[in-house]
């Protein structure tokens, strides 16, 4: 398959650039309707952002076209600029932010408020799925970027530091977990599962959002903020994203000093093994625990002697 320059990352990503402005500003949307919860707030927020990603477009190609006319700099130069402004084009802050901005539209028409029965799921499976495959279908076939993908390949065979990272994840969320979610009360924000069905539809739904977590917030934000920023820069602005959904869904109180964390650890794995396979398997373990202990929570006696609250 022939490469696609657009996809790449930007060269000498920085930190901070004018792009942080839309970038910010898209990502804060997340906040405004998964925590505050004021949709028209989330709105303007997205919209406001557009418009600066626009802005700071036409002050780049503006810049760009004065440089090539003026003949600013050495001949080298500006021949130089030249060649890679024909060759390989930038990638696009407006386009990259849509693409966000779409997702999280898509995701902020349904309550996140965790529920089991048969209309939630259906609710739960078009929104999720759709915030991930529209901006996924807009970057392939109408931008024609490839600026979403998701490696299930990639990354190679795993480390032995990977293989301890999953034993250990597993170990942080048996102490971790069940004093959280008991201890704050937060449990009571996912339904009562005391029967068989309910057990096995609780576990589904836990597993199957935390792999869209990871193929949404990872591989689609995450990946398009790292065409425009430094890795650190776009791990912060996709864990605004990633916290805000968390807390509708029920991790609050004081769940952000988990999911923050969380959410940055999952980035920085990602970026270091490049293997959708594997934060997922991470993602899945830590969710294996949240589903036992809300089991543990709701079941009193059930599961005792497996957790030490």
């Not at 102490?175 to 068989?196: A, E, H, K, Q, R």
Request: glycine share 6%.
């Amino acid at each position: 398959m022939p490469a696609h320059p657009t996809a790449a990352l930007a060269p000498n990503r920085p930190v901070v650039s004018w792009a942080i402005a839309p970038a910010l500003l898209v990502c804060l949307a997340a906040p405004a309707f998964f925590v505050v919860r004021i949709a028209w707030l989330g709105w303007v927020l997205l919209a406001a952002g557009l418009l600066a990603a626009w802005l700071v477009e036409r002050q780049s190609r503006s810049q760009t076209d004065f440089a090539f006319v003026a003949g600013t700099g050495s001949p080298a130069q500006v021949a130089a600029a030249q060649a890679s402004e024909t060759s390989v084009r930038r990638p696009s802050i407006l386009r990259d932010a849509s693409l966000i901005a779409v997702g999280l539209l898509i995701v902020s028409v349904i309550p996140l408020k965790a529920e089991l029965d048969n209309l939630a799921i259906l609710r739960f499976a078009l929104a999720l799925g759709g915030a991930v495959a529209v901006p996924y279908v807009i970057s392939r076939w109408v931008y024609r970027d490839h600026a979403i993908r998701f490696p299930w390949r990639g990354g190679g065979r795993w480390t032995t530091f990977q293989w301890t990272w999953l034993v250990a994840v597993l170990v942080l969320g048996w102490l971790i977990l069940p004093f959280y979610f008991i201890t704050s009360g937060v449990y009571l924000n996912w339904p009562v599962v005391d029967t068989p069905e309910l057990i096995a539809r609780l576990f589904v739904g836990v597993g199957a959002v935390g792999i869209w977590d990871e193929l949404f917030f990872i591989c689609t934000c995450f990946a398009l903020l790292r065409r425009h920023f430094a890795d650190g820069t776009a791990n912060v602005l996709q864990m605004i994203v990633f916290v805000s959904f968390l807390w509708e869904l029920g991790y609050q109180a004081w769940g952000p000093l988990l999911t923050i964390p969380f959410a940055l650890l999952q980035g920085f794995i990602f970026m270091k093994t490049r293997s959708l396979t594997y934060v997922v398997t991470v993602h899945l373990l830590f969710d294996a625990v949240v589903f036992l202990v809300l089991v543990h929570a709701h079941n009193p006696g059930l599961l005792d002697g497996i957790f030490l609250v």
